[in-house]
């Protein structure tokens, strides 16, 4: 007995926003980083404005395809590269849904991509050090990566939030 799948319309939302982060995220790996460990995570735009368009479902979706996808694409699948980045995008879901659950009249894209850029890089620091570097050194790193969560947090949201603003009425 064959079963077919209905593809939906939010099925093709999810499939289309998450190739555009994917394709975001494979560009921006190609790049060498000024600071080892430290990139703007230009795909979380992506990821932040489907949040605020679509809701929290549609950005876990978009997240975590991103991550697997990009890491096949890139050959790091199931590497420590690939636990460090589902480790911060984890965290940033998380961040990202008790702000969007708890505080969401309060708190906009800027706080919620802050939050959830700080969260990214503090999984990371933490999981860096749980497979990497098992010193307490290494959390000297904590106020240059909290700075650079805030930095590109802020960063990224400007650009979503541009971005939002032009896509009234549209997708």
Do not use: C
Not at 33 to 62: E, Q
Not at 107 to 136: E, K, N
């Amino acid at each position: 007995m064959t079963r077919q799948i209905e593809i939906t319309e939010e099925d093709r939302k999810i499939a289309a926003f998450a190739a555009l982060a994917i394709v975001i995220h494979v560009l921006e790996s190609s790049f060498p980083s000024p600071v080892p460990g430290i990139k703007p995570g230009l795909a979380n735009i992506v990821t932040l404005l489907v949040l605020f368009r679509y809701g929290w479902r549609f950005a876990v979706w978009v997240s975590l395809l991103r991550v697997t996808a990009g890491s096949l694409l890139l050959g790091t699948f199931m590497s420590p590269t690939f636990f460090l980045s589902l480790s911060g995008a984890l965290a940033s879901l998380l961040a990202m849904l008790l702000l969007w659950t708890g505080m969401r009249p309060w708190v906009g894209m800027a706080g919620v991509s802050i939050l959830a850029s700080i969260s990214h890089v503090m999984a990371q620091l933490l999981v860096a050090w749980w497979l990497f570097i098992p010193h307490r050194g290494i959390l000297a790193l904590t106020p240059i990566l909290i700075a650079a969560g805030v930095f590109f947090g802020l960063f990224n949201a400007i650009i979503a939030s541009s971005i939002e603003k032009r896509l009234v009425n549209t997708v």
